[in-house]
């Protein structure tokens, strides 16, 4: 369905406009309010009735000297209650701020989900989901495009001396208040029909993938691949590799030089699951597995905000992956790049094999690269199930022009000063 593919694609003022779920969700999330029932009533009634009097005197000619103290008493009242919920309402409106422009998108992707015709039974379930959105939505977007332009110049006047901010946040609120759980449902559904969208559209542009075959009925983690590359790269630029975890080898430790590919083999390897889990095609060109769990610990940052340093962060990523492989005994699959990079070589030693043997012991199947040489003696523990491969340049000559193939061994080359020597850092 390209027509519908692209039409979803093209959704918004602005090609590919992104809309982010958790705007959304923070929105419905935030506390509530929580006005009295009787003061959305009570304020407009007072606006309404100054402004009825204003009207009334400006038809009929009255004496404004007798109008002009029953209007200044009334928006008096008003006035009072608006600053009474100034906090609260400044809340509700700040809360809404990050929805402007979003609702619109999302009530016209629903549209197109509820208008179109399926036959699959989960597209057709998807669209009774999301039945009535369309008039609340519209609702709701309008109300936005009021808190948007409420503070414009030639309103902003008109606003205050109605109210118009304590107005919207009772309207706002009250929305919430009827729409929660709906909204929560169409987020859900076209959540889900934006993942569905995207496996097909990577389908239909990649004819040349296959469906891996899905082992559930065996009790140990397992990978086949044949002929994988990184789904993201070009078909003419992929180079294929061949992965077997499982049976007599549960863990690959890759050495290599930089820029060898190691940790693009890394990911390739996550994401074919990924794809292959979530029903789609992955790039293979035979993929046999068990229903992997994922553990990756792939490009670990430094948190200023939080005071952690990369390695505080990757010591707590890799206690996450240790817990998740104890749940999930035999289906774990472990992913790990440049492990404890940021230590010395032999606490790197010590702590990697920790880690190492934790995961097996918990019949964990995966890889980990590294630069350095000490971590190859890992795969040579006779109690270890692992075999050491790496990726380096076939031609000892010219250390950088790499065929990013896997292979058997450990690295032998370096190319650090080549890289140097790139920049003009080194005349060695």
């Given at each position: 369905m390209i027509d519908l593919r692209e039409q979803i694609a093209l959704l918004g003022r602005f090609r590919f406009e992104d809309v982010p779920a958790e705007s959304f969700d923070r929105w419905l999330e935030a506390e509530h309010s929580n006005f009295p029932s009787w003061l959305p009533w009570t304020l407009s009634l007072l606006t309404f009735v100054w402004m009825a009097v204003a009207l009334l005197g400006r038809i009929q000619h009255r004496d404004w000297d007798h109008l002009l103290p029953v209007i200044g008493a009334l928006i008096a009242a008003q006035g009072a209650i608006c600053l009474?919920?100034?906090?609260?309402?400044?809340?509700?409106?700040?809360?809404?701020?990050?929805?402007?422009?979003?609702?619109?998108?999302?009530?016209?992707?629903?549209?197109?989900?509820?208008?179109?015709?399926?036959?699959?039974?989960?597209?057709?379930?998807?669209?009774?989901?999301?039945?009535?959105?369309?008039?609340?939505?519209?609702?709701?977007?309008?109300?936005?495009?009021?808190?948007?332009?409420?503070?414009?110049?030639?309103?902003?006047?008109?606003?205050?001396?109605?109210?118009?901010?304590?107005?919207?946040?009772?309207?706002?609120?009250?929305?919430?208040?009827?729409?929660?759980?709906?909204?929560?449902?169409?987020?859900?559904?076209?959540?889900?029909?934006?993942?569905?969208?995207?496996?097909?559209?990577?389908?239909?542009?990649?004819?040349?993938n296959v469906y891996p075959q899905i082992m559930d009925d065996t009790a140990e983690a397992q990978f086949e691949a044949e002929g994988m590359t990184h789904p993201l790269l070009a078909l003419g630029n992929a180079?294929?590799?061949?992965?077997?975890?499982?049976?007599?080898?549960?863990?690959?430790?890759?050495?290599?030089?930089?820029?060898?590919?190691?940790?693009?083999?890394?990911?390739?390897?996550?994401?074919?699951?990924?794809?292959?889990?979530?029903?789609?095609?992955?790039?293979?060109?035979?993929?046999?597995?068990?229903?992997?769990?994922?553990?990756?610990?792939?490009?670990?940052?430094?948190s200023l905000a939080d005071g952690k340093s990369k390695f505080l962060a990757e010591v707590e990523r890799l206690g996450e992956i240790l817990t998740l492989a104890g749940e999930a005994r035999g289906q774990t699959l472990f992913l790990m790049d440049e492990i404890f990079s940021g230590t010395n070589s032999l606490d790197r030693r010590i702590a990697a094999e920790a880690v190492l043997r934790g995961l097996l012991a918990s019949e964990s199947v995966g890889a980990l690269s590294t630069h350095d040489l000490a971590l190859a003696e890992l795969a040579e523990i006779s109690e270890l199930p692992g075999r050491n491969v790496h990726m380096a340049s076939p031609d000892e000559a010219n250390p950088l022009a790499f065929d990013y193939l896997l292979k058997p061994g450990i690295n032998q080359t370096t190319n650090g000063l080549a890289i140097v020597r790139l920049l003009g850092l080194t005349h060695g």
């Open positions: 009474w919920l100034y906090d609260r309402v400044r809340v509700e409106l700040e809360a809404a701020q990050s929805l402007i422009g979003q609702t619109s998108i999302l009530r016209e992707g629903l549209r197109t989900l509820r208008q179109t015709s399926f036959l699959a039974p989960a597209l057709c379930v998807l669209q009774s989901q999301v039945r009535g959105e369309d008039n609340a939505l519209q609702r709701l977007e309008f109300y936005l495009k009021v808190v948007e332009h409420r503070t414009k110049e030639w309103i902003y006047p008109m606003s205050l001396l109605i109210g118009g901010g304590t107005h919207i946040a009772f309207a706002l609120e009250r929305w919430k208040q009827h729409f929660d759980v709906p909204m929560r449902q169409w987020l859900a559904a076209w959540a889900e029909f934006e993942g569905l969208l995207a496996l097909a559209t990577y389908a239909a542009e990649h004819d040349e180079v294929p590799n061949d992965v077997v975890l499982g049976g007599s080898v549960k863990f690959l430790l890759i050495s290599g030089s930089n820029m060898a590919g190691k940790s693009t083999l890394l990911r390739a390897v996550g994401a074919n699951v990924v794809l292959g889990l979530a029903g789609a095609p992955v790039a293979a060109r035979t993929l046999k597995m068990s229903a992997l769990r994922i553990g990756a610990s792939l490009s670990i940052q430094d």
